[in-house]
């Protein structure tokens, strides 16, 4: 582990994604004690101008913009990280499972995978918010139960190349059990993979969290979100640009940083890329 922070260290991508993402989490987290104004707060006439008291002006009911973006992030990191917890506690077993017992369970698990697979993400994702009715918990279920598919199919390829590894094949021949194999020698194996995809998977459910709030099927207002923020700003766009445009760089900002991270974590951890 020490190695592998030291390489990330020298990574100046891994090192700007990370310093990026780290602003964007501690001002998210300690908003209440770093924002003079509150979120639903007015502060000032509608549509100000920036200045120094309202860094990007006021909405259209008088609330400053950069507070609202702030707390906007609260959303969207929480909705990200929620959600890829959700696929990632879902897909592990699934995909281990499948991977380890093979035949008519590995068939089932993979061809329900597929089928999940088949629909866009973010059709399913509206479908899964129906069912559920709109809010940011059904958001975060929805977000985190398409993306199971990707951890699923992921730790399955692992254990399916790890199982016929020698280390492996010695575990089985002096009789340890089949709950030993998968979880002292193939998950732990499995994890490098694992983490690299959930960062990805982060990127992508904020990316999600965001259309859905565009489309209405996220946070209820007045609470900030940045999608929710990029509809209105459409509206007023000829009014009140930097409404969407911060909204719109707020998401952009930190779904690279998170890339950057994750290429970072791929180009250190995958033994393929570490070869080269």
Not at 70 to 75: A, E, I
Not at 154 to 162: F, I, K
Not at 169 to 187: D, P, W
């Amino acid at each position: 582990m020490p190695k592998v922070l030291r390489q990330l260290l020298r990574d100046w991508a891994a090192v700007s994604g990370a310093l990026i993402l780290s602003v964007l989490v501690l001002a998210s987290i300690f908003a209440p004690w770093l924002l003079p104004y509150g979120f639903a707060e007015g502060v000032a006439l509608p549509f100000e101008p920036p200045s120094k008291l309202f860094w990007l002006g006021t909405d259209e009911v008088g609330r400053d913009i950069f507070t609202r973006i702030v707390y906007g992030g609260r959303v969207s990191l929480a909705v990200g990280f929620i959600s890829s917890s959700i696929a990632l506690v879902g897909g592990i077993p699934l995909g281990l499972v499948s991977g380890y017992l093979g035949g008519f369970v590995d068939t089932v698990v993979m061809r329900l995978m597929d089928m999940m697979f088949a629909f866009p993400a973010i059709i399913l994702a509206l479908a899964i918010i129906a069912v559920l009715g709109p809010s940011l918990a059904n958001a975060m279920i929805a977000i985190g139960l398409m993306q199971i598919p990707l951890f699923a199919r992921l730790v399955r390829a692992n254990t399916l190349s790890l199982k016929r590894q020698d280390f492996v094949q010695a575990a089985v021949a002096q009789g340890a059990s089949s709950a030993r194999v998968i979880f002292v020698h193939i998950l732990p194996n499995s994890m490098a993979a694992v983490i690299v995809q959930f960062t990805l998977t982060f990127a992508s459910a904020v990316l999600v969290e965001a259309a859905l709030s565009f489309l209405g099927l996220g946070v209820a207002p007045p609470q900030p979100s940045w999608g929710a923020m990029l509809d209105t700003g459409r509206k007023l766009i000829t009014i009140s640009p930097l409404y969407s445009v911060a909204a719109g760089a707020a998401i952009f900002v930190t779904v690279l940083s998170l890339n950057l991270i994750g290429d970072a974590l791929r180009d250190v951890l995958d033994p393929r890329m570490v070869e080269r």
